[in-house]
């Protein structure tokens, strides 16, 4: 079963970390993951300023990963969140950024791009 290391970036301006949960998504040429939990127990996950690393294990081989989709939940109260990049390093080594730079308001999916 492929690994992937999730390395999510928050911004450092004032309330830009999180405490709704987050999800990640992963699709590739050849498939898309399920949807996954970023959250590490007893860990105060998506700080102001902070770069968190998850591992997220897929079923079968994605392929060539071409986009990441990322969603916000609530968690106890609507939590603005400001996401500076995800980085993905693949099963073969290879690191994959997809930057964000921007407020990430309301419950809702965002669609992310390498670039």
Not at 5 to 23: M, P
Not at 30 to 53: I, M, Q, T
Not at 63 to 73: A, D, N, P, Y
Request: aromatic content about 16%; charged content about 30%; some cysteine.
């Amino acid at each position: 079963m492929p690994s992937y290391t999730v390395t999510v970036a928050t911004g450092s301006q004032w309330f830009a970390g999180t405490d709704d949960y987050v999800y990640l998504s992963l699709e590739g040429t050849s498939g898309c993951s399920e949807r996954h939990l970023l959250d590490k127990p007893f860990y105060n996950d998506f700080e102001r300023g902070a770069v968190d690393s998850y591992d997220v294990t897929v079923e079968e081989d994605l392929g060539e990963i071409q986009l990441i989709k990322i969603e916000k939940r609530k968690y106890w109260y609507q939590d603005d969140w400001y996401l500076k990049y995800i980085t993905v390093k693949t099963p073969m080594g290879d690191y994959l950024e997809f930057p964000c730079y921007r407020w990430i308001t309301d419950e809702k999916e965002i669609v992310l791009r390498e670039g």
